[in-house]
């Protein structure tokens, strides 16, 4: 299937099976290299960076521009669209794809108008614990721009459904050389939609639905979608959201099968417009899965996202049942916490995100930063998100490198701070594949600082430390395999500048990172000079304790799950298979609490697990060599690094209860490459009631 904005380049000829614009040598090198590592998958150990790197302060931290939300409503434009910016390392400039956004209060624009430089994330969200999220989400790519670059042309029937990458002399290095197939391999990639990963909220519908697929028309126009939007938000608001696509209002859905049928209609096959099969169309699906009772899956142009982010009290616990509906009290909560969104189509979730869609979204609470700023007066954050950025996945133009890992777009940025400051830190992975441990912090040689600054952490994955783990730091802690910042996780830090000795008016430290397969590097440097601040870091004693829904889960798991992790020559697969459309390797009953013991065979890379909706807690965690028991009370996580095998195979115990919200939804890995690839599954979770009856 292909694009309303493909028809164009097809039509004149657009190439079929594009060649990467690169020299033929590099054609040439690159392929060794994609060889070897299709057959031995030595992918990081070709990896070498420098030990400990010179401190080398790089421009001051850029600050994101931030759409917050007021009066209780959180109210954004979100828009997926074509950009020209000049990769960091690279001469040439790159047509990619990017969010923007508008604050419909301010009418601010994120990236500004004259920015034509940076490499951006999308802008950051900040709403509260219980506010209503109403986002108009816009697809305007224009396909045609990314003329024969190999970007989504591979949906026209003329090949297997896959991108396609060869080499001058005609040799395919994706996906042959790879030996992936549709469709699990990378494709479609001018379709997006958003995932709000770490909320605890619907996944179907207009809530945290990441099955969406929104095909792009950048033809659409804003006002012609806006006041439908603006109902269905107005809907929410008031406690009657639409249950279900027929319950949008007409005019919409009149629009979206129009659209929809012109794309049937206008398609390319085989070179030819309007030839799409049957089984290709859109509309007939949409009609199929409506028949079905689903939400359907594809939508053109425009789509709204609008749901409440929960507000759980203490007082609502009274109440535990497992049947939430609309106006019934919720099991759990929405942690308020550093969390983000980003693309999550499977086939292009890598490539949109080394284009670097995806961006923090800060939930603000009474429990968790309300307190921390009370305790700390004129508390400075700093929100951050570490991306990487590339025109291709590295690995399917046959390159070995590791994009370079930026801060807020820069690489090595710089934070300053006064002596005996404390800021709050938010730091999202927000990288494709780097799998990282944030390591500490370094000062050069020859500056002296009576101390290097303090921290600590207060959260993992945007959920907030019970004080006890806030004392003992777990994933600080050496001798124990947890990391805390693989993809999609996220770190909040309390960092402390410390004091200056008389005769020292500044001095600069590294933050090191380390990322698997390499040492430490640093990721930004803290300067620190000024009029000395007093502040404390909060002790076991004052730091905030968690709500009630965040208390360890004591409940006795129903269900034990085994799922393994592999790559084993056939690709990255779960339970030795890849993504299965439209089969529930998963299912699970509203209410439940469950252990599942997440297995990794593979000897070159940790896997990042990640499952939507609800947070779980990791028991134990084993790296072929070294068990480790988690303490209780347990911190809360929503992706975890699966150590890689060595002696034996790598496994993390986690437990999860399936809380509040019904509907289908998927796990996978965080590498995206290995997600796009296959290693995802399709889940569920059921309501407990049925009228099924054996007597
Ligand atoms: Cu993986």
Redesign the pocket.
Known sequence: MTNPGDQKAVRSGGVNVPVPRLARRHFLAGTAVALALAAFGVRRSLVHEARAQPLAPGPALRQIGEIRSAGGRLQAVLGSANIQRRLPHATETKTLRHFWGRDVLTGAIWPPPNDREAMNPGPTLRARVGDFVEIKFFNQIDVSAFGDAGIDHAETGAQNGCEIFTMVDGFQIYPEGFGDSFPNCFHGSSTTNVHFHGFHVSPDGLGDNVLLKLRPNPRLKEEEVSGFFDGIFERTRRGDPPRNWGDLPPGLTALQKKMLADYDDAAVWHGEPGALPTANRLLPLLKEQIAAGLWPQFEIGAHPFSFQIPNFADSDATAHHHDAAAAEPLVAGQAPGTHWYHTHVHGSTAINMYHGMAGVFVVEGESYDDKLKALLPGLVEQVMIVQQFAEFPPMIVGSSELPVLTVNGQAHPTIAMRPGEVQLWRLVNGSV?SICKIVGFRADDDVTADTLPEWKQTAQDGIQFDPATYEAQPFRAGGNPLSNFAPGNRIDLLVKAPALASDTPSAAFALDVTREGSGANPLLTLTVSGEPVEMTLPREANFPPRPGFLDDITDEPRIARKIT?S?DGKG?QIDGHHFADGQYDQTMILGDTEDWTLF?T?TT????FHIHVNPFQVLEIFDGKTLYEVPTPRPWQDTVAIPLRTDANGYVKIRHRFDDFAGSFVL????L???DRG?MQLVRVIPKASVARHH
């Open positions: 594949d992790f790559e990255p990794n593979t890379a940790s896997h990042p996978h890995c965080h590498i490459e290995h997600e290693m």
